[in-house]
């Protein structure tokens, strides 16, 4: 796996860039679903070392793709795809498109959009591609998104739990078990938690992984009646593109890939590196503070001493959560510090949080917690975290036991004590069924250049894997953006003309060009 796996009892750390807006409810469809009651079928053994990919079918399919005008130059359609590529003839799943039509007389092509997760549903940048983009791209290109399957209302959309359940499974665990009994509670949830998935999602839990979704592309590619289609993927979308590109090199005319994991990471590495660039967010925020007196958590000038003190009282005496919500424990806190770090916008909501904290007084931290995971205020949740779970995992060729992922993680407990200090691995993909189709690696082999963003004070896709994944490529150029933030498009002129220049002239900028 090379993204961060979650412990189901503490912050999840998403490579992810989501937006806030929701697509409108779709036409009600019949969906060819997969139903729960199918059974799983016999995995695929591979030898210590190797990891299978099916083959793929390599027949043509005829995919078709009829738009409905929604009003604003924006359409939506679903698009019927296999469930298994191996097997494209077999059950199907569809996929909800949408997209943003460009300026008939401008119109470059096609570009299509993905926003991170993974597991975000991606169809709202094609409803509201004028706020994702500036007119540069949305005049001259068809931005079309998409509900990668797994996500979303698209076809094997994963539903582990009910919204009522998440602060069981997400915020009453204890981090830091101090004995077996709290130990167990953590692996008790991870079980459950992946037992649910397989009995609600059914067969379509194994083929919801990005070599899946990158195929999809392609048959959304194919459905549009294009030869070469561009891309600009956040984030996640990032991985996405890059295995896109590496399975299907020759129909990529450019690709922009912002905020970027290493894609050659193990879990470990790839958790440690993220791990770390969180860490680090975090001491430039605590830094600052302390710098300045009018930071609400400014503690005469030594947050950082407060700040650690907080979280020991925290976990040893959990603040009351109000009527019905969990309390506030050190699980919740350390999530609503990880969701505060992706930008430095969110700094000043969380110096308020954690001086309310100190007082006695949680609702800040639960607030930022509750955002992170994407909680409406009618108490609902998206399912996001969900699928990402499960995509995760049937990218991971990994089935650790318990006592294997203890020792795995052996190398980050310590790494970063100050935000994560966790005392055992993470359990998730351990019960999931094994995968049958793990993320190839990726080269971008025959896909020409593509533009990998970086950003110097990203915490979620550390600057250093994002130069990791421009490396990776056969023709990766690498621009550094100087923020303290996730994601760099949109931060200064720049960056925007970099990317711009390179999707509409296909003008490739050097690698290590710095955007400051």
């Known amino acids: 796996m090379r993204r961060t796996s979650a412990l189901l009892a503490g ?43 099916p083959t793929i079918a390599t027949e043509p399919l005829d995919y078709e793709i009829e738009w409905t005008e929604l009003g604003g130059n924006v359409d939506e359609a679903w698009l ?30 096609s570009l299509l959009v993905n926003n991170g997760g993974p597991g975000s549903p991606a169809s709202t940048m094609g409803i509201n591609a004028t706020s994702w983009f500036l007119p540069a791209i949305t005049e001259r290109f068809d931005v079309v998104g998409w509900d990668p399957r797994g996500t979303g209302v698209s076809g094997g959309a994963v539903d582990c739990i009910d919204d009522v359940e998440y602060d069981e499974f997400f915020a009453t665990g204890d981090i830091t078990p101090d004995d077996t009994s709290e130990k167990a509670d953590l692996v008790r949830l991870a079980e459950e938690f992946a037992t649910r998935c397989e009995e609600r999602v059914g067969r379509a839990l194994q083929y919801i992984g990005t070599n899946n979704s990158a195929r999809d592309m392609d048959a959304i590619r194919q459905a549009l009646g294009e030869g070469q289609v561009s891309y600009f993927g956040f984030s996640y979308g990032s991985e996405l593109g890059a295995v896109w590109a ?119 931290l639960l607030a930022l917690q509750d955002a992170y995971y994407q909680r409406g205020a009618d108490g609902t949740y998206s399912n996001l975290l969900e699928s990402f779970q499960a995509i995760s995992c049937a990218d991971d060729p990994e089935r650790l036991t318990v006592a294997e992922a203890d020792e795995q993680a052996e190398v980050l407990i310590g790494a970063a004590p100050r935000l994560f200090p966790y005392t055992t691995g993470s359990y998730t993909c351990s019960f999931f069924p094994v995968a049958i189709d793990p993320r190839i690696d990726v080269t971008g ?45 949109r931060v200064n002129s720049c960056i925007e003309d970099t990317i711009h220049n390179y999707l509409i002239q296909l003008e490739a900028p050097d690698t290590e060009t710095v955007c400051g």
């Not at 807006?21 to 591979?46: F, G, L, Q, V």
């Not at 019927?80 to 039509?101: C, F, N, S």
């Not at 299907?248 to 590196?273: C, K, M, W, Y």
Request: proline share 8%; charged share 20%.
């Open 246 to 364: 590496t399975l299907f090199p020759t129909t990529v005319r450019a690709a922009v890939f912002d905020g970027a994991a290493d894609p050659n990471a193990d879990s470990i590495e790839s958790t440690l590196q993220q791990w770390i660039g969180f860490e680090n967010a975090l001491n430039t925020f605590l830094a600052e503070c302390s710098a300045t007196p009018s930071c609400a958590f400014h503690n005469d000038g030594d947050a950082e001493s407060a700040f650690d003190a907080l979280l020991v009282q925290l976990d040893e005496s959990p603040l009351p959560g109000p009527e019905g919500r969990a309390d506030v424990n050190l699980s919740v806190a350390v999530t609503g510090v990880v969701r505060a770090m992706y930008s430095d916008r969110f700094w000043p909501a969380l110096e308020r949080s954690l001086d309310d904290a100190q007082s006695g007084d949680g609702a800040g």
């Open 80 to 109: 019927m795809v296999p469930l298994d590529y191996a097997d494209p003839q077999g059950e199907t799943i569809e996929l909800y498109v949408t997209r943003h039509r460009a300026d008939p007389d401008d119109r470059i092509g």
């Open 11 to 53: 912050a999840l750390v998403i490579a992810s860039c989501t937006g806030s807006d929701a697509p409108p409810a779709p036409k009600t469809r019949e969906i060819n679903a997969i139903p729960t009651s199918t059974t799983m079928p016999t995995p695929i053994t591979a030898q210590p070392g190797e990891t299978l990919a």
């Open 445 to 489: 082999v025959g896909a020409g250049p593509i533009v990998v963003v970086g950003t110097t004070g990203d915490p979620s896709t550390p600057l250093d894997s994002s130069r990791r994944m421009a490396a990776s490529l056969e023709d990766g150029r690498l621009v550094i953006v100087e923020a303290n933030q996730h994601t760099g498009y």
